[in-house]
């Protein structure tokens, strides 16, 4: 039996929010002690475009992407059971061990 954080990472923060409950739910069918949805800083991150590759240095577009995240943590789970959980594939799951 072991201690995980589990940190979900999506960009689209309505399927974050599905895929958090959705995984508390199986956890909490299977018994085991949940602490969270722990909601974590969102990133942004900046891009800025040239629009004209030649001669209009000026004119310029940017662009913003979001990665949202929230800290589940799971407290004395088989490891098997974490890898049998089903989520959409825009959502990463990092699985850590606690001390």
Known sequence: MLNYNIQIKAFDGYVLNLSVIQIINYLSKNNIKVK???HL???K???TILRSPHVH???REQFQLYTHKILVV???VKDNLLQQMSIPS???LE???RC
């Open 36 to 38: 969270g949805p722990i």
């Open 41 to 43: 800083p969102t990133k």
């Open 45 to 47: 991150k900046r891009y």
């Open 57 to 59: 240095k000026k004119s």
């Open 74 to 76: 799971v407290y004395n």
């Open 90 to 92: 825009c959502v990463k």
């Open 95 to 97: 699985i850590n061990k």
